[in-house]
């Protein structure tokens, strides 16, 4: 019974020690060394960056700037600020004020940049983490690096880039426009989405990953979070960071380093100062400081590579990897180790085969069972708890709780399956049917997941186990427990990273890879005979944790309700209405969308949808206020062989954050000019906005230029028409409406036009 206990504990201790040494557990003070990254010292930084929301046309927005600027200059650097106007392939134009500072090496070689961003998400972010995390941890790290007076062989060039939220134009702007840029060899960015939790590193490349990887490792960062299955699943989903203009633009590799936990702060009004996770910045640093030292002098001419690693962080070795080739031969040596060890088994009659097909019945209903109850047990908690929804991250306040109840739910189901097939001695029987699941799945993952391949390791570890069984019925359950620890320590961790990253949605993804890790620790849960008991406190602890996340499923003020509003003005039909994009009203937006609010207006659900597709609600008819129209001025209107020449200047006449103009996806423009910049017609295009999939032509936020000039050719008989919304965010603030401050129990809802005037105009050219 004592080792037994100590078996249990043992198990415990592996999964606590999975998630508790991904990252570091105390930070640096300000009385740390100068030559090294101290949090303190970055926080000082951070507490000034992230006071007030600064995102592009914010009157903070050059207030951070300017401080960052004298803060690299207090270093000894010289800065510089790259300006100029650019349209992404994410439809924004902008012009973006990039700060760039560099460190002369001795070699004349390709340099080495950080890179992070400076401006925060429109419009209510003050982004302490995103990226104000990124930046200060640059400020720290490059501070700590100077005050060794060590000239570098490679040129360090640090980039702190604006309008990223807006669609990576500044990253565009650097890697098109600016000389530099075609001395870079290797980039490594500092990224969050939300405000805690380890850093993840994930590779940004166009061919293979090897030679990063292994410099990555020959770089030894303390606290590595690193997997080719994030990996494989980053390059598979349309997620951008600055560093994708450097690989689609540049063909330049990169790292990114970004961490993910405490989601629901993401692009909020809670992304604060306060907030930010305190041992997370120093893990960022903990990063930053031996891979410059190490990228810093490295020969950054021979980053790239045709072959892709596999790749994993695992303690005591930190990061594991191996090259793809050695997937398929890994995977041919385990089935041919799978077969030898069953027919030995067989012969050596400590294999039952009955015993083996009645183990299938188990680990086949965990799966079924655990992922019906991840897939619809999140559909379902959405339906109780409809404010759920409000939350377009998909990661609730109390979503932690979720995952703990979801998961000792699916190990409770494994527990009580596998006891209906418990027999003294059948634990050897018991442990086959899990290894071939497992071959399975690492066959299927060799084909269409090579990322994910290192899944075999515990596999290998698996088949040892094996091993033991079949030779000792009585084996050691101390070894068979430690022989558990590479799939406890390697696989823990994703039961949490998937619904952290991807959204509770994702839970399904939780009660799988509990249920998988389950089905390899039959080697020792098969010698207990109360696997049924304790399936009865699993299932009690569970429903504890949804118990626990019952209480902290409302609105409170650490807890605050994301809502919106706007006001918009159709200035063609003098008619105006407030509209949202919640499906609960609350005492905030009710007095203006009232007891009984209307559908939403179509015209309001075509154009603006949110990151997440999220369209407008629900709409009410409103008072028209007297706002200025924008002025539009036909500069140029003339027709010369068969095409029409135009240009308009376009004036707001307020002040507003930005323009956003749509015209019908069949209209052809031969030419197209914004402010002077002559826009590209896309590949196999005759047309400049050729290949629409909707209506939307472009945004234009606004920052020094505060109007608009727009210069095209189109078909001389061609009717066209132009629809502009122009957007200001000062809808809590203009003396022309009574909107109060919301309570303190709500915050804006993000990824949204929001707390927005809107003035609908339609140009129409005769």
Not at 154 to 165: A, V
Not at 290 to 295: I, W
Not at 356 to 381: D, E, R
Not at 474 to 495: A, G, K, Y
Request: glycine letters at 4%; proline letters at 5%; a neutral charge.
């Amino acid at each position: 019974m004592l080792k037994k206990a100590t078996a249990l504990l043992l198990i415990i201790i592996a999964v606590y020690w999975s998630f508790y040494a991904l990252m570091p557990r105390s930070i640096s003070g300000l009385d740390t060394p100068d030559n090294q990254f101290s949090t303190d010292r970055a926080l000082v930084h951070l507490k000034e960056i992230s006071k007030q929301p600064h995102y592009v046309g914010a009157e903070n927005h050059e207030t951070v700037k300017n401080y960052i600027v004298k803060e690299l200059e207090k270093l000894g650097l010289e800065t510089q600020i790259q300006e100029g106007n650019t349209l992404t392939d994410w439809g924004t134009f902008v012009k973006p004020k990039n700060i760039l500072a560099r460190i002369k090496g001795s070699d004349n070689s390709k340099a080495l940049l950080l890179l992070s961003h400076y401006d925060s998400n429109p419009h209510s972010s003050p982004g302490a983490s995103d990226a104000g995390s990124g930046v200060v941890t640059l400020l720290e790290g490059v501070r700590a690096f100077l005050s060794e007076k060590k000239v570098p062989k490679n040129d360090i060039i640090i980039l702190i880039t604006d309008s990223e939220e807006l669609g990576l134009n500044g990253a565009s702007l650097f890697v098109n426009k600016h000389p530099w840029a075609k001395d870079v060899g290797l980039v490594l960015n500092f990224e969050a989405r939300g405000s805690g939790g380890p850093s993840y590193m994930l590779v940004e490349t166009n061919g293979g990953n090897q030679k990063l990887i292994e410099g990555f490792k020959d770089a030894n960062p303390n606290y590595p979070v690193a997997n080719s299955l994030a990996y494989s699943i980053y390059k598979m989903l349309p997620n951008d960071t600055d560093l994708t203009r450097f690989r689609e633009d540049g063909d330049i590799d990169g790292f990114n380093f970004a961490f993910i936990d405490d989601h629901f702060d993401y692009h909020t009004a809670l992304d604060t100062y306060e907030r930010l996770d305190r041992n997370t910045l120093e893990h960022q640093g903990s990063y930053l400081m031996p891979l410059l030292h190490y990228f810093s002098d490295a020969n950054l001419n021979n980053v790239k590579s045709d072959e892709d690693n596999i790749y994993f962080n695992v303690l005591l070795f930190k990061t594991v990897s191996y090259p793809f080739s050695w997937v398929l031969p890994m995977l041919i040596l385990a089935i041919l180790i799978f077969v030898a060890l069953v027919f030995y088994g067989i012969n050596k009659r400590t294999l039952d085969s009955k015993e083996m097909a009645k183990a299938f019945l188990p680990g086949i209903a965990a799966v079924v069972i655990n992922g019906l109850v991840g897939y619809f047990g999140w559909k379902l908690l959405c339906v109780v708890y409809p404010q759920y929804n409000e939350m377009l991250h998909g990661f609730t306040y109390n979503g932690h709780a979720y995952i703990w109840a979801f998961s000792l739910f699916s190990i409770a189901v494994c527990m009580w399956l596998y006891n209906k097939v418990y027999k003294p001695e059948n634990t050897a029987s018991l442990a086959v049917p899990p290894l071939f699941l497992w071959l399975v799945i690492c066959g299927i993952i060799a084909f269409k997941l090579k990322g994910a391949s290192f899944f075999i390791i515990p596999l290998y570890f698996g088949l040892i186990s094996l091993f033991v069984l079949v030779r000792q019925k009585h084996p050691n359950i101390i070894l068979m427990t430690l022989l558990l620890f590479p799939v406890l320590m390697i696989m823990s961790p994703f039961v949490k990273m998937f619904p952290v990253g991807l959204g509770l949605k994702m839970l399904v993804a939780s009660t799988l890879m509990v249920s998988l890790i389950f089905s390899l620790c039959i080697s020792v849960f098969g010698f207990s005979r109360y696997k049924d008991r304790w399936s009865y406190i699993l299932f009690a602890a569970s429903f504890v944790f949804l118990v626990l996340a019952h209480f902290k499923s409302d609105f409170t003020e650490d807890r605050p309700k994301p809502n919106s509003l706007v006001y918009v003005y159709d200035a063609d039909k003098d008619t105006a209405v407030w509209a949202t994009y919640d499906h609960i009203l609350d005492d905030w937006t009710k007095p203006y969308l009232t007891e009984n609010p209307d559908e939403a207006d179509t015209f309001l659900n075509e154009k603006f949808s949110s990151k997440y597709k999220t369209p407008f609600t629900y709409s009410k008819k409103a008072n028209i206020k007297p706002l200025k129209l924008p002025y539009i001025d036909k500069q140029k209107d003339t027709v010369i062989a068969g095409l029409r020449h135009v240009k308009l200047f376009i004036s707001p006449q307020r002040h507003i954050n930005r323009m956003e103009f749509f015209a019908d996806s069949t209209y052809t423009f031969l030419s197209f000019n914004l402010n002077g910049m002559k826009i590209e017609k896309p590949k196999n295009s005759i047309s400049v906005f050729g290949n629409r999939k909707s209506s939307k032509l472009f945004s234009y936020y606004v920052s020094d230029e505060k109007y608009l000039e727009m210069e095209f050719i189109i078909p001389a008989e061609q009717k066209t028409e132009f629809t502009l919304y122009s957007s200001s965010n000062d809808m809590l603030d203009n003396s022309l409406f009574y909107v109060p401050e919301r309570p303190a129990t709500m915050i804006p809802k993000p990824f949204v036009l929001n707390d927005a005037v809107i003035v609908k105009k339609v140009i129409t050219l005769e």
